[in-house]
């Protein structure tokens, strides 16, 4: 836990004071929602290791302060186990859900090292998702898994968690309604949950990271915006 919270304070050191949300699931800034990443769903197997986020997303996707309308989203990101050639790999994914199916071919990140892909559903599943990767011509079906282990609070109070955590840091993006964008992503760290939530207005994101069984927020960074 630790290792995990100062991976996340590289930017700026962190303070631990609890800030647990008391207001109303509404009392979020709605129409400033660019992101909601409601879940992540893991797979591995000898070459790879995927995971699956489910998203609702703006688009164009661009830290620049102004959200624009949620759509479903879906990102499949591969990352390479032990060896294995990732980078020259002929990789391609299909989703099924419900009676739908939507397919993509995976492109590289090299930043990250890994392969990527996105599909636009018309709604995101809900407990009902296949994936087969076709690896090298050889199709493989993944049996994916959520990070999410036990209950967890909403987005809605993770946001609530962090502005009182900011003690008024964070004012503009409920009282102007042209000022800023929210993105919230649900992840994991040692079998626990948590919710990032970050505030960006263009210039600068301020980051909060707040444990998703308690409500706590537990950490904090602010870094330069991706132009």
Known sequence: MKKFIASFMCFICISLIPAVSCAKKD????DKLSLIRYDVLVAEDDDV????YLEKRESP???DGN????KPHIVIKAT?????????????????TGDKKYSSQFGFRPISFSR?????????PDGDLSLIISLNGERRTYNLVSIIKS????????????????????DAYWDDENYGEIRVRVLENDGEP???????????????????TTGETVASRTEPCEK
């Open 27 to 30: 009392d979020i800034p709605a």
């Open 49 to 52: 290791k995927i995971a699956v």
């Open 61 to 63: 996707y661009r830290e």
């Open 67 to 70: 959200p624009a309308e949620l």
């Open 80 to 96: 390479a186990v032990d060896d294995f050639d990732i980078e020259n790999a002929d990789m391609f994914a299909e989703v099924i």
């Open 116 to 124: 990527e892909c996105h599909l636009s559903p018309q709604t995101l």
């Open 151 to 170: 209950d967890i609070i909403s987005y809605a109070d993770a946001i609530i968690s962090a502005r009182n955590y900011a003690q008024g840091a964070l």
């Open 194 to 212: 948590y919710w990032y939530v970050g505030f960006i207005n263009g210039e600068q994101t301020a980051a909060y990271l707040v444990a998703g």
